[in-house]
């Protein structure tokens, strides 16, 4: 009825009988379309699959983690594409004992290797996170590096199977590096220092992020990130600073953070005109607000000291020694600020104030021979 049909059909089908590398090019379109299919229902496939296994995590007998599913979204969409390639390379039939037939091989392998490692890569994070919620375990800090070394492993693991599937074999490309790394081990000694000092910083978890950290001469600032070479701290002037972990083991450190309390110590001076009953009224006063405030830690906690201390060149002074609950800066300097108030207040109540530098000059009698001084009169009248 449609010729021109019938022989558009004879001739597509002369055409898909002839063969290009030994293989009928009718098998080679199948083989395609059956790829294309799968790659194009990749996402539905990888849907269906998430599905059955959070039917199967929210039974009762089950106890998967969320994070463990959306962790395995990405590896679940490489099976499909393995599952085609496996189909297609059936279709095509390639003698097993050619070379194609071992490259199909090769990446059909290559790629359940790859969704297998992935899977294992994905899955280091949840499990970590799991451990670094019981703080006995391992610390945020510790729990990063971990994390990192974990999946650095898996990575080096997972190419070294893959590019055996290739026969490329490693033992001699491990060979070479070991003599690499020997002869970089003499020029990389600071390096190596410094990698060891980072672990030993995490092993004994000196610090973490977040911390308010100083080494003398070196930063000052909190801590945003532990490597295995440096840590980077942010300074107070919202400078980064990258800081080789080895100065953080050869000098000593400050971790401000793990203070238990923080300490307020003031001296106080007031004039020599003082009298005692007003220095007691004083004294009396600040130790009592101290006491009383609910914002220091009480004396039988940690030392308090208010007392009448020294003698200045120009003062009495009253040393104030406490502190504070709160080791948070800003409420720390709320605390100081309001036991300034409280000072002001008992000094000026008793009676007394403040004292400054100054300077008495006593004059008993002029020396004699000297003559008074002339101060000659004001000339009013104009000239």
Known sequence: MFPW???????LADYLNHTTWGLPLDRIAMAAGVFLVFVLLRRP???????VMGQLASRPIRNVDPQILQALRGPAGVLPLALGSFIAFEILSFDQTGVWARLASHIVVSLVLFALFWTFFELMTPLVASLKLRERALNPTLADVVRRTLKGGIVL???????EE????IAPLLTGMGIFGAALALGAQNLVKNLIAGFLILAERRF??????KVDGVVEGTVEFIGFRSTRVRQFDDASVEVPNSEFSENALINYTKMRRRRIFWSIGVPYS????QLQVIRGGIEQYIVESGDFVSPSAAS???RVDSFGSSSINIMVYCFTITTVWGEWLIVKEKLAYAIVDIVSKAGSSFAFPSTSVYVETLPEGIPDRFVPPLDDHPQ
């Open 304 to 306: 308090t000291f208010i």
């Open 45 to 51: 496939q990888r849907y269906l699959l998430m599905v």
């Open 274 to 277: 003082t009298s005692i009953e």
């Open 157 to 163: 693991i997972g190419g070294a199977i893959v590019l």
């Open 208 to 213: 973490s992020y977040g911390h308010w950290v």
């Open 166 to 169: 290739w026969g490329i074999k």
């Open 5 to 11: 049909a019938k022989d558009l059909w004879l001739r």
